[in-house]
C-alpha cells in the first residue's frame, strides 16, 4: 500500500503531508488536552468500566448499540480511569481519520494529490465538530470512521494491485463491518459505486464492462450494507430513534417530502457555510486573545510556507486515458462532494435527528465532514484564481485551529466548573443515606446531563460499589420532573434506569440543592421557601426535601475521583458549607469559629445570603 502511494504521489510527500497533518491536529486539540478531564456520557463509561470492569460493556450497549462494546472492552483496561490517555487516543484517532482521507482521495484521482492534501488538511480542522474533548463517548465514533475510511482504501487497493487483491479484499469487508458499531456513517456506504467507477475510469473499458467491474468489487461491501439494513430494521428495528421520515410518507406524503426537502437544505447548510462561518468569532479576554492571534498566525505562517515551498507535482488528471485540465478534477470534485453530503444525511434525515452546530447536536456533523471538505476544495479550483488558493486555504485552516483553541477554554472552564461544583457539595454533604435523591434546576454545566452526573455522585458516595444498581440519584428538575417524579408527597416510589444501571427509591429521600455559578451551594429544606429567586420547580421540592439525608458525622467523607486531582483551594465556600453544615447539627460554637478564621483570612461572601449561617450561628 505505500508503495502504491509512493508511485502515485511520491515518497517525500506522503512524508511531508503526513507531518503538516501531524502539526495541524496537534495545533487544533493536542496543546490543550492537558486541560480537560471526563465530559458528557464519558463519565456512565468510565463509572460502568468502575464497577463492572472491561466485562461489563457487552450489557451496557445491548440496548442501543450491541456491537460497539469491543472498542471500550479493548480500551478501558489499558487506560484505566484517568482521563490524559483517552484524550491522545482520541488524538491519533482524529489524525489517523485526515490520513486515511488523503489517502483515499489519492488512490480517487491519480494526479491530483495537491487536492486530496488540500481536503484532509481542512478535514483535519474542521469546525463543525467540537466534540472531540469528549474523549471516551467518541472513540467510538473515530474508531468506526476511520475503519470505513480504511475499508474504502483496501476496495481501491484491490482494483489496483491484482496480486493482493484477495488480501484488500477480506481487510476492506471486516473493515466494513464496523457499520454495525455504530449507524452513524451507514449512508456513506453507498458512495462506493461512485468511487469505483472513477478508478475503473482508468483501465479503458467499455462502459457495460465498466459497470460489471464496479458491481463485481461492490458486491462484498453492498452485501455487508444489505445484512446491516436487514438486522437494523427488521431484527434490532429501532430502539431509541424511530423512522420518523417511513412512518410520515405512510401518512401524509406530500407535507413530509416538502418538509423533507426544507431539513436537507437547512443541514446542508448547516454544515457547509454555518460550520466555517463561526471560525470568524473571537475568545473574549485579552490574553485568550493573544494566544488565539498567536495561534492563528503561526499556522497560517507555517502552512503558506508548506504550500508554496512544497507544492505537490501537479500530474495530468487523466479519465480514459485523456488528458484533462485541472478544472474538469474540480467538476468531478464538486459532484461526488455533493453525492457524498446527500447520502451522509441518510441516517439523520430518515430519523429526522437534529443537525446543528450547537451541543450536543454538532455530533451529527461527523458524516458531513469528507463531503465539506472534498466541497470547500472543489469550489477553490472552480471559483479561485490560482494565485489565491493557497492564501485562502491557509487562512481557512488557521481561523479553524484557533476556533478549536477557543472551543478548548469552553472546556477547560466546563471542567473546572464541575470540579468546584462537587467540591463544594462534598464539603456541605460529607455523607449520603443510600437511596438519597439529589435534585437541582438547571445546572450550570453545559457539557451534563443530569444522566452523566448520576454515575460522578454514586463514585463519589459509594466507591465501593461494584454492581449496576445504583445507591444515588442525580435528577435536573427541569428535564426529568415528569418523567420520574411522580409527585411532591411523600413515600412515593421513584425507578429510573439508564442502560444496565438501575435505582430505586422515594419521594421521601429527596435532597433539594441549588447552585449559580461563583456563588456557593445550597442544602435546601422546607425552611427555605422564602429563598430569593428560588426557581418555582425547586419551591416545589422543599416539603420533601430532607436535611436527614446528610450524614453530618461520617466516619470517612467522601472526595472526589483521582481523575480531579488535587483538591481546590479553600475559599470562602469551603467556609460557608462548612458552617452549613455544622449549622444543621446545631452546633452553634463551631459555626462562630469558622466565621472567625474567614474573616482572619479576610474572605468575604458572594452574597449577602451566605452570610445567614454565621449570623444565625453568632444569635444563637
Not at 474504502?152 to 484477495?166: D, G, N
Not at 428535564?479 to 421513584?494: A, F, I, S
Request: aromatic share 16%.
Amino acid at each position: 500500500a505505500y508503495e502504491m502511494l509512493r508511485s502515485l504521489v511520491g515518497s517525500e510527500m506522503c512524508i511531508r503531508d503526513s507531518l503538516m497533518l501531524t502539526v495541524l491536529v496537534l495545533l487544533s486539540y493536542g496543546l490543550h488536552i492537558g486541560w480537560f478531564g471526563f465530559y458528557g456520557d464519558d463519565w456512565i463509561y468510565i463509572y460502568n468500566y468502575h464497577v463492572l470492569g472491561a466485562g461489563g460493556f457487552r450489557e451496557f450497549v445491548a440496548a442501543d448499540r450491541p456491537f460497539s462494546a469491543w472498542v471500550y472492552a479493548l480500551t478501558t483496561p489499558i487506560f484505566g480511569e484517568m482521563a490524559l490517555p483517552y484524550h491522545l487516543f482520541l488524538l491519533a484517532l482524529r489524525w489517523l481519520s485526515a490520513v486515511l482521507v488523503w489517502w483515499v482521495l489519492c488512490l480517487v484521482w491519480h494526479g491530483a494529490a495537491r487536492q486530496a492534501s488540500w481536503a484532509a488538511m481542512l478535514f483535519a480542522v474542521y469546525p463543525g465538530f467540537l466534540q472531540q474533548p469528549i474523549a471516551v463517548q467518541f472513540i467510538l465514533h473515530f474508531s468506526v470512521l476511520d475503519l470505513f475510511l480504511f475499508s474504502l482504501a483496501a476496495m481501491l487497493l484491490a482494483v489496483h494491485q491484482i496480486k493482493w487483491r484477495w488480501l484488500w479484499t477480506i481487510l476492506g469487508v471486516l473493515a466494513s463491518l464496523a457499520i454495525f458499531s455504530l449507524e452513524y456513517f451507514a449512508g456513506l456506504e453507498l458512495i462506493r459505486p461512485v468511487l469505483l467507477w472513477l478508478v475503473l475510469g482508468r483501465q479503458f473499458l467499455p462502459s457495460r464492462e465498466r459497470v460489471r467491474q464496479v458491481l463485481v468489487f461492490w458486491l462484498p461491501y453492498l452485501l455487508v450494507f444489505i445484512a446491516f439494513g436487514v438486522w437494523r430494521v427488521f431484527i434490532f428495528k429501532f430502539p431509541t430513534y424511530q423512522p420518523a421520515l417511513i412512518e410520515g410518507l405512510g401518512e401524509t406524503p406530500g407535507a413530509v417530502i416538502i418538509q423533507l426537502l426544507k431539513r436537507v437544505i437547512l443541514d446542508l447548510r448547516t454544515v457547509t457555510y454555518g460550520a466555517w462561518r463561526q471560525i470568524f468569532s473571537l475568545p473574549e479576554g485579552l490574553q485568550h486573545l493573544l494566544i488565539y492571534a498567536f495561534l492563528v498566525g503561526l499556522t497560517f505562517v507555517l502552512l503558506l510556507f508548506y504550500l508554496y515551498r512544497f507544492r505537490a507535482e501537479e500530474l495530468p488528471f487523466t479519465e480514459n486515458g485523456s488528458s484533462s485540465i485541472w478544472g474538469q478534477w474540480a467538476v468531478q470534485g464538486l459532484i461526488v462532494s455533493a453525492l457524498i453530503l446527500l447520502v451522509a444525511g441518510l441516517p439523520f434525515w430518515t430519523t429526522f435527528i437534529r443537525v446543528e452546530l450547537a451541543f450536543p447536536w454538532d455530533r451529527s456533523t461527523l458524516p458531513f465532514m469528507l463531503g465539506v471538505c472534498l466541497f470547500v476544495v472543489s469550489l477553490l479550483e472552480l471559483v479561485i484564481q490560482p494565485r489565491f488558493q493557497r492564501l485562502i486555504l491557509a487562512g481557512l485552516v488557521a481561523l479553524s485551529v484557533g476556533f478549536h483553541y477557543k472551543n478548548a477554554l469552553v472546556y477547560r472552564t466546563e471542567w473546572q466548573n464541575l470540579k468546584t461544583y462537587f467540591t463544594q457539595l462534598i464539603w456541605r454533604v460529607p455523607a449520603l443515606k443510600p437511596g438519597a435523591i439529589i435534585v437541582s434546576d438547571d445546572i450550570p454545566l453545559w457539557r451534563y446531563s443530569d444522566n452523566d452526573l448520576t454515575p460522578l455522585v454514586n463514585w463519589i458516595y459509594a466507591p465501593e460499589n461494584r454492581s449496576p444498581q445504583n445507591w444515588y440519584k442525580y435528577f435536573d428538575l427541569s428535564t426529568r420532573v415528569e418523567d420520574v417524579l411522580p409527585g411532591y408527597e411523600e413515600g412515593l416510589p421513584v425507578r429510573h434506569s439508564y442502560r444496565n444501571h438501575r435505582f430505586q427509591s422515594s419521594t421521601s429521600q429527596v435532597i433539594s440543592i441549588y447552585y449559580k455559578l461563583s456563588q456557593c451551594l445550597w442544602v435546601l429544606s422546607p425552611e427555605d421557601a422564602e429563598f430569593p429567586e428560588l426557581p418555582a420547580s425547586i419551591v416545589k421540592t422543599l416539603p420533601i426535601s430532607h436535611l436527614d439525608q446528610v450524614v453530618v458525622d461520617a466516619n470517612e467523607e467522601a472526595k472526589l475521583p483521582a481523575v480531579f486531582g488535587e483538591e481546590i483551594a479553600r475559599d470562602w465556600c469551603y467556609y460557608f458549607e462548612k458552617a452549613d453544615l455544622v449549622r444543621q447539627k446545631g452546633d452553634w460554637e463551631n459555626v462562630a469559629v469558622l466565621g472567625e478564621e474567614a474573616q482572619q483570612l479576610g474572605l468575604q461572601a458572594n452574597t449577602p445570603l451566605e452570610y445567614l449561617p454565621f449570623v444565625e450561628g453568632y444569635a444563637h
